[in-house]
């Protein structure tokens, strides 16, 4: 299973939330029961999810080697340089993914980030929708297989989370679907 002490200090980073190959790689070895325990963090609003190759590792290392390179790595430096800024900075990695970098209320790992909303890496969705989709893959929905209106609303009952009327190929939960799930569609 992937293992969130990938990611070196000082970054704040929450694959589950942000890592497409993190969330498949967990979503292929968990059942639907430990799923619903992992979903409390993924809240209701839009996410953005890197869709690259880079591991959770090699974002955090570059993240850092950027900083340095840059000379704001250490605390003060890294504070001023967002300060100087709204408290954000957006940021490009070698594989050309866009990252959002801000000050993490955590000390020791001070650096936050996750995906840019318009990064040529990053799908967003609703969380409620990644929560429907996830626990669609980890218990009903085999690959490649449209789910039924019974057991999309089935799941969305066991979260909390009201039914849904109907399924639209192209939005909503069928759009999340083939979007993270089917690499061809990625590559658009």
Not at 79 to 106: F, M, P
Not at 115 to 143: C, D, E, M, N, Q
Not at 159 to 170: T, Y
Request: glycine share 6%.
């Amino acid at each position: 299973m992937a293992d969130e002490s990938d990611i070196p200090f000082p970054v704040r980073f929450n694959p589950f939330k942000h890592h497409r190959n993190f969330i498949l790689s967990i979503l292929e070895e968990v059942t639907p029961e430990m799923l619903t325990g992992l979903l409390d963090p993924v809240c209701n609003n839009y996410i953005d999810i890197y869709t690259g190759e880079m591991t959770t590792e090699a974002i955090g290392n570059s993240v850092i080697a950027f900083l340095k390179s840059n000379q704001v790595y250490q605390v003060d430096a890294f504070t001023r340089w967002l300060g100087s800024s709204t408290g954000y900075r957006q940021i490009k990695l070698e594989d050309h993914s866009e990252w959002i970098v801000r000050k993490s209320n955590e000390s020791e790992r001070y650096i936050h980030l996750h995906p840019a909303r318009s990064g040529p890496l990053t799908i967003r969705f609703k969380g409620s929708t990644l929560k429907t989709v996830y626990l669609l893959r980890a218990g009903v929905a085999k690959h490649g297989e449209i789910p039924s209106l019974e057991n999309v609303n089935l799941v969305r009952n066991q979260i909390g989370l009201s039914p849904v009327k109907k399924l639209e190929r192209n939005k909503g939960i069928l759009k999340c679907l083939n979007a993270f799930f089917s690499s061809d569609s990625l590559k658009d």
